[in-house]
């Protein structure tokens, strides 16, 4: 089996200059814990996660103080404050843009290894040009397993 097998095709996207708050709404509405980053022509530029959108805590260099960042600032402003960047930051700000691809025929058994390897949750699958044609997540090897498995089941 291959990549293409199972990946979901065409997937859902958000374009760089989306504000963050537009990603963050298509993420909880989906149901979705990250969303490819594509340019006007569909090549993957990038890959905001929820985690990207949410501060945490860092260590204050210097010091044995842990504080809040966000978007590689400090945050010492409250939630309200944070929403309201949220609208109006680009998802450009949050991207991952050093995301490792896979490729429609890429044996499946190493995407799942590499995506094991590397703690992926979900890995953008794209063709010879750059241009997104699907995307691999960890449910889609659940499904497998489970669709196989009810196949050796009936028999």
Known sequence: MVVRDIMTPNPLTVRADVPLLEAAQLMLRNRFGGLPVVDAEGRLVGLVEVEDLL?????VPFSDVRAMRL?????????????EELRQVPVAKALRKDVEVLHPDDPLDQALDRMAENR????????????????????????????????????
Not at 55 to 59: D, G, I, L, T, V
Not at 73 to 79: A, F, G, H, I, Q
């Open 55 to 59: 501060p945490r805590m860092s260590a």
């Open 71 to 83: 978007f590689d600032e400090w945050v010492d402003r409250d939630l309200a404050e944070l929403y």
């Open 120 to 155: 992926f949750r979900r890995m953008p699958v794209v063709d010879e040009t750059g241009r997104l044609v699907g995307i691999l997540t960890r449910s889609d090897f659940l499904r497998l397993m489970l669709e196989l498995g009810g196949r050796d089941a009936g028999r």
